[in-house]
């Protein structure tokens, strides 16, 4: 497993208050770990913070699981 | 009671009327302030006046791009919190809705409701991470009576109060409010210009008898500012003598 997504499990965990074994790269934020609207809000931002990339409006709409985060960021990040 | 010692705020429209009654109510409570005005001068002034350790941000809310950075500039004055928002910049252009000017009724819903809008949008952000957060925008009785002449500044007005409801709901679950407070006839250079006959008539509306004055707006913008008022959000206090109860 990559660092960054050992990173991005942890903020998961962290922010959605769910177990960390429930955080597989399928889990979709909505669907698997009872994410809302504004908790993929605030997982965009602590992304961001964490990783010092800006993720656009348009790009964080497409960002519906733990994998779409990591891979993004693996691309984005300097 | 309502101490605010150790909480931000933005207060914009600050040097103004019931402006600066809102920031000294806030400085009064202990918050500690950045104001906004869109006239550097006369806005330094009034932060002067002000006792305690506040800062001045001039911004021209007419300027989409100034109006998006004043937020960011406010949390890096403040030291990197912003738990109070006050929309409280306002302008009119008055006219009968035939003879309105498109300019006139762009200028002042970008003023009233857009500016009021981004600086929201820009302040839930911190408010988020914080998980603290109050904003209070300062609507007017005619938002919800109208008022002949003022079709741009009812609509804005109304406008306000709805966009707040809606903030409310979408941001209730982080600890963050979003109310409005509508002033009545509050005692101005304007109204104390006014001919006795019209200063009797308007007064005649008005069951308390009497204008109000921007310390009774200070006050209500106080309460919503509170740690107490956490489980009052979606409203609008109105603040009028009575002079229409909605």
Known sequence: ?78 | MFDLTGMTALVTGASGGIGSAIARALAGQGARLAVSGSNADKLEAFRASLNGDHVAVACDLSDAAAVDALVPQAVAALGGRIDILVNNAGVTRDNLAMRMKDDEWDQVIRVNLEAAFRLIRAAAKPMMKQRFGRVVSITSVVGQTGNPGQANYAASKAGLVGMSKALAQELASRNITVNCVAPGFIRSAMTDTLPEAQKSALLGRIPAGDLGTGDDIGAAVVYLASREAGYVTGQTLHVNGGMAMI
């Open chain 1, 1 to 78: 497993m990559s660092e960054t997504a050992d990173r991005v499990k942890k903020i998961v965990v962290e922010h959605l208050g769910v177990e960390a074994d429930k955080v597989t790269e399928d889990a979709s934020f909505i669907d698997d770990l009872g994410a809302d609207s504004l908790d993929i809000v605030e997982l965009v931002m602590a992304f961001e913070e964490e990783f010092g990339v800006e993720i656009p409006d348009d790009a964080a709409e497409k960002i519906t699981t733990v994998k779409d985060a990591i891979t993004y960021i693996d691309e984005h990040k300097g």
